[in-house]
């Protein structure tokens, strides 16, 4: 069974449209995050929740709007993407806020055109 | 603010040979460190992590990584490189007592030559 799954895995958009990305966890975590990874490989937290409640949002554009309806999943929905949205969108989960070992769905690659 | 550095954006080696990647991290306190690879078009795997006690840490796939308090280090090693281990491999840090985020390197992508 996945650990953490995303869907979908691949997503190209246009410009200006909006999408939401997907993610479940079945490990009974209560730590949820989004970490982007840019063209140069470089993975960088965005978002994380604990117990559906946001504890961390790193200055990232409001046009990225979290929605956890339960501890189990954390989806991201983007407004009016932008070419610079492009990127591989990695979800991941965590037991505990003090414990920072996190596991790691097998990403979304966002392509805008 | 916590923060990794992995000096090597690519190395290569032949398959067989010993690797060593290195990770310097930046942290006042004690650390949580790991280290992640990544394959071709897969997600993060966590290979091992370092929280407390022993500071050579054991890992999957024969990886080992060793803390270095004086060197602000924490590099990986493996003995003899197979040509799956081929991938990108990202340190990273998190704080201890309260951080609920990890703060990764750049990666460094290995390639092993037949």
């Known amino acids: 069974d996945t650990a953490v799954s995303q869907t979908p895995k691949y997503l190209v958009t246009q410009m200006g449209n909006d999408k939401s990305i997907k993610c479940e966890q079945n490990?009974?975590?209560?730590?949820m995050y989004w970490y982007k990874q840019d063209s140069k490989k470089f993975l960088k937290i965005m978002f994380s929740?604990?117990?559906?409640?946001?504890?961390i949002n790193e200055t990232v554009p409001n046009r990225f709007s979290p929605k956890s309806p339960d501890k189990a999943h954390l989806n991201l929905h983007i407004n009016s993407l932008e070419l610079g949205d492009s990127a591989v969108y990695f979800c991941?989960?965590?037991?505990?806020?003090?414990?920072?070992?996190?596991?790691f769905g097998q990403g979304t690659r966002l392509t805008v055109v | 603010a916590q923060s990794v550095t992995q000096p090597d954006i690519h190395i290569t080696v032949s398959e067989g040979a010993s690797l060593e990647l290195r990770c310097n991290y930046s942290?006042?306190?004690?650390?949580?460190l790991f280290w992640y690879v990544q394959s071709p078009g897969q997600g993060l795997q966590l290979l091992l992590k370092?929280?407390?006690?022993?500071?050579l840490v054991q890992g999957i796939k024969g990886f080992e990584a060793e803390f270095k308090r004086s060197q602000s280090s924490f590099n990986l090693r493996k003995p003899s490189v197979h040509w799956s281990d081929a991938a990108e491999y990202f340190c990273?840090?998190?704080?201890?007592?309260?951080?609920?985020?990890?703060?990764f390197g750049k990666g460094t992508k290995l390639t092993v030559n037949p």
């Open positions: 942290y006042g306190a004690t650390p949580y």
């Open positions: 370092y929280f407390s006690g022993d500071t």
């Open positions: 991941a989960s965590s037991q505990g806020a003090d414990l920072a070992e996190a596991f």
């Open positions: 929740y604990n117990n559906k409640e946001l504890i």
């Open positions: 990273a840090v998190g704080a201890q007592g309260g951080s609920e985020k990890l703060v």
């Open positions: 490990l009974g975590h209560d730590t």
